[in-house]
């Protein structure tokens, strides 16, 4: 009798270790998944379903980074290595430079496959010319999400990215806003010739349309701080009066206001992405410049982990649709607090998924 | 190479510039605004002081393609040494310099003791300081010039921008030093011919390398500048100076074989790219055609008074 029951207060004992031991393992990643910038994140997700046969972990992950000199990028690759090294069934994760060389690029994306890597992340230095490279990837079994920049056709797997037209429209009708309808802007591009900056300046003039409006100039920057600051400085000597200024990129409006400041002309509404350095200027200059006003749109460099998990989904076997569209943030004098990192360089792009610390490492 | 031709080919640069300067102006008035002159003329010092080190190198008949590099990563070092800090200037100013140096000899030693074209050597140094600054900062700066500091890139003293002071007398002296010392007898004598020079008794070797300490010595002092008048590092920086550098001193007359070119005339050269970069920026064309009429004036002039020195010499 003691025997029987010892034997029924063990198994009960079995069942409560059990459910104990499946909520400890589970809840950390339900916890872990709650906090994720990531999953908070608004996606929406179309163009097809897509979905391949499972293939056993662990998986060989490669990524063809088109260029590897600013901070995005090196952000991007950060939260890319932290989120494989979550993901148990990244066996290798293979990350190759292309320097900008779109030959080399497509060298690149060549050389991976030949690897028989199961999927080949990609940000493209051109979207045409790493088709074919991508097509015989796709139809060599190989699961190809291009991300972040936009890759003509759809010889490839899945894409993600933001959409560069509907920031263009967002960012140019806040300045439109900002200006009551009505001032002399001017517009900095990147690249010269870059596909992300005119479809963003296309929509931004559609938001424009209209209004009184007038835009003074268009000028590319390369989206580097100091073009930014030259071209600016040349700007402010050729029109006596600047009310705003059009960008997609927050460096490049964090150089041409210091190009306003070093004039002594006022500061004025200004548009760009989550790049730090902008958001610790207007904290800095708020008071002092009534003018000054900001209505920036995120480029998340957290698009890389997006792109991981899609492939992992496809190789995994499940259902995903082709195109997942990130909604970025908008970043106004409203919220900018929550995203400046005043203890941090310029350099970082605020809306990321890495922690201080982590960002702290990669900028040292 | 006689007085006159000498006269004539730093004159002919000159008359490039005025020239430029009153049709831009009449193109665009905000061109004549004494404001947007001083600022062509802060902005040009950046270029102007590598300029000057680039005629050094072209002067002995080589050519130094490596400062852009060392503009990169004096910005990456001097900033993430500096961290915005006033008390941190003089060690990141004399680290840059310290580094400048050392490449410079590198590069001289290379050129001369191993014998490695100029164009090549350069280049690969180039690369290499790039690739230094990229690793140094794994793609992610960090740092920022110190608010004292800015002030000799970005700060002006009565009205006149500091940078252009700064640029100015670094150029005169390297001018003066190349005219009126056996040091600059040196330097030309090398560039007409090596061979000749070292049998007249001119001690080749160190004529050539101490061309080349100069030349990264001073793309490091313009990198200096630069980084006081950004204010933050960037890893692109340099890359706009890679030829630029060597189209302001052809401009202003200095041949690319040796032997012939004047520093004076390399400011010439220097106003003259920068002058029409701003004048290209102000009026309303694109990126394109801002390019396609750089290049185009740019080797028009070229064209143009090398023939007017021809004819009048």
Request: charged letters at 15%; a neutral charge.
């Amino acid at each position: 009798m003691k025997e029987t029951k010892n034997h029924i207060v063990s198994r009960r004992r079995i069942l409560q270790l059990g459910v104990a031991g499946a909520a400890i393992t589970i809840a950390p990643r339900w916890l872990g998944a709650r906090a994720d910038t990531i999953s908070d994140a608004d996606i929406a997700k179309s163009g097809g379903a897509v979905q391949m046969a499972k293939k056993p972990p662990p998986y060989r992950i490669g990524f063809s980074n088109g260029f590897s000199g600013n901070s995005w990028r090196a952000m991007c690759i950060a939260a890319l290595k932290a989120e494989a090294a979550n993901q148990p069934d990244v066996g290798d994760l293979i990350i190759v430079d292309g320097q900008g060389d779109i030959t080399k690029q497509v060298n690149d994306i060549e050389s991976l496959a030949s690897q028989q890597v199961d999927a080949i992340l990609c940000i493209a230095n051109s979207g045409t010319a790493v088709v074919p490279a991508l097509r015989n990837a796709t139809q060599d079994g190989i699961v190809t999400v291009p991300f972040n920049l936009p890759v003509d056709g759809s010889d490839y797997t899945a894409y993600t990215g933001t959409d560069p037209s509907k920031k263009g429209k967002a960012s140019g009708t806040w300045l439109r806003n900002a200006l009551g309808g009505k001032g002399k802007i001017v517009a900095l591009g990147g690249i010269p010739g870059n596909s992300y900056t005119a479809a963003g300046w296309k929509g931004a003039q559609e938001a424009f349309a209209g209004s009184d409006i007038e835009v003074l100039a268009f000028k590319d920057t390369d989206w580097s701080e100091d073009k930014a600051k030259v071209v600016m400085s040349d700007l402010i000597a050729a029109y006596p009066e600047i009310d705003g200024i059009w960008s997609d990129g927050g460096q490049v409006t964090a150089g041409a206001s210091k190009a306003l400041l070093a004039a002594g002309r006022p500061l004025v509404p200004v548009t760009g992405d989550d790049y730090n350095g902008l958001l610790k200027l207007y904290d800095a200059e708020k008071d002092k410049q009534p003018k000054f006003d900001i209505g920036l749109i995120s480029e998340p460099t957290w698009e890389s982990v997006v792109a991981l998990r899609m492939a992992l989904a496809i190789l995994n076997g499940d259902e995903i649709q082709k195109e997942w569209i990130i909604t970025p943030k908008l970043i106004t004098k409203d919220n900018y607090k929550d995203y400046m990192r005043p203890d941090l360089p310029d350099g970082v792009f605020t809306d990321t998924n890495l922690s201080d610390e982590e960002l702290k490492k990669i900028f040292s | 190479m006689t007085a006159a031709t000498a006269l004539n080919r730093i004159g002919a640069v000159w008359f490039a510039v005025v020239a430029l300067f009153v049709i831009s102006g009449l193109i665009s008035p905000a061109m004549f605004q004494f404001s947007q002159v001083l600022n062509v003329l802060q902005v040009a010092a950046f270029l102007g002081v590598l300029a000057t080190g680039q005629t050094l190198a072209l002067l002995i008949g080589g050519i130094d393609l490596s400062q852009a590099g060392m503009v990169t990563l004096v910005n990456i070092v001097s900033t993430s040494l500096m961290l915005g800090a006033n008390g941190n200037i003089a060690e990141a100013v004399l680290v840059s310099l310290a580094m400048a140096a050392l490449i410079g000899l590198l590069n001289g030693f290379v050129i001369v003791v191993l014998k490695v074209t100029p164009l090549i050597a350069t280049l690969a140094m180039n690369s290499i300081l790039f690739g230094a600054a990229l690793v140094y900062t794994g793609g992610a700066p960090h740092g920022e010039a110190a608010p004292d500091f800015e002030w000799i890139g970005a700060g002006n003293l009565f009205g006149v921008p500091v940078s252009m002071i700064f640029w100015l007398a670094i150029a005169l002296v390297v001018a003066w030093a190349s005219r009126k010392t056996v040091y600059g007898r040196w330097l030309y004598a090398t560039g007409a011919n090596a061979a000749a020079a070292r049998l007249m008794g001119v001690p080749v070797t160190a004529v050539v390398i101490s061309a080349y300490v100069a030349s990264a010595v001073l793309a490091a002092v313009g990198g200096l500048l630069f980084t006081a008048y950004i204010g933050a590092p960037s890893l692109g920086i340099g890359n706009q100076f890679l030829l630029t550098s060597i189209a302001a001193v052809v401009v202003g007359g200095t041949a690319l074989t040796g032997g012939v070119g004047s520093v004076v005339a390399t400011i010439g050269g220097t106003i003259f790219i920068t002058e029409l970069n701003s004048f290209t920026n102000v009026i309303r064309v694109t990126t394109g055609t801002q390019m396609v009429l750089q290049g185009a004036i740019i080797a028009l002039s070229v064209v143009l008074y090398r023939s007017i020195a021809r004819t009048r010499a």
